[in-house]
Structure formats: structure tokens, C-alpha cells
């Protein structure tokens, strides 16, 4: 591997960084919900429809405030 152009070098690593890091951050996220609640990543993405027409998913990860204290505390005692 040591023999390969520095671009190809460079290319090899970011792939691999970049599908390491997709896993790491939808572990992250299921980590994130059930620290809330005990439903799977499959029920989370599910979307509804609102009053305008607009699909919605049903849980917004995004707006849970968790702190590095309870992702760790839960890594913890459930993994």
C-alpha cells in the first residue's frame, strides 16, 4: 500500500473514513434517542403527513438535548 500515489493514498483514507463514520454517527443516534425513549431507529424515521400536506418525521433527533454526561451514562450501564 506504501507504494501507492500520495492522491490514491488520499482517496483510499477518506473512503474509509467516511464509512466508518456514517456507522459511528447512526450508532450515535440511536444512543441519543434511547436516552429518551425505547423505540428503534426504523420507528424514527417513519414520517406523517401534517395539516399542510408536508411529510414530517415522527421523531426530530435533532431537537433532544443531550448532554455527553447522559450518552456516556447510558454506554455505560446498557452496552
Known amino acids: 500500500m506504501n507504494n501507492l500515489p500520495n492522491e490514491i493514498l488520499y482517496l483510499v483514507y477518506q473512503f474509509k473514513?467516511?464509512?466508518?463514520?456514517?456507522?459511528?454517527?447512526?450508532?450515535?443516534?440511536?444512543?441519543?434517542?434511547?436516552?429518551f425513549f425505547n423505540i428503534d431507529m426504523g420507528l424514527a424515521d417513519m414520517n406523517y403527513l401534517n395539516h399542510d400536506k408536508i411529510?414530517?418525521?415522527?421523531?426530530?433527533?435533532n431537537?433532544?438535548?443531550?448532554?455527553?454526561?447522559?450518552i456516556l451514562n447510558y454506554i455505560r450501564i446498557y452496552i
Not at 473514513?17 to 441519543?32: G, R, S, T, Y
Not at 411529510?55 to 433527533?61: A, M, W
Open 17 to 35: 473514513h467516511n464509512i466508518e463514520f456514517n456507522d459511528v454517527m447512526n450508532e450515535l443516534k440511536k444512543i441519543k434517542m434511547r436516552c
Open 63 to 70: 431537537n433532544f438535548n443531550v448532554t455527553s454526561t447522559q
Open 55 to 61: 411529510l414530517v418525521k415522527c421523531v426530530n433527533i
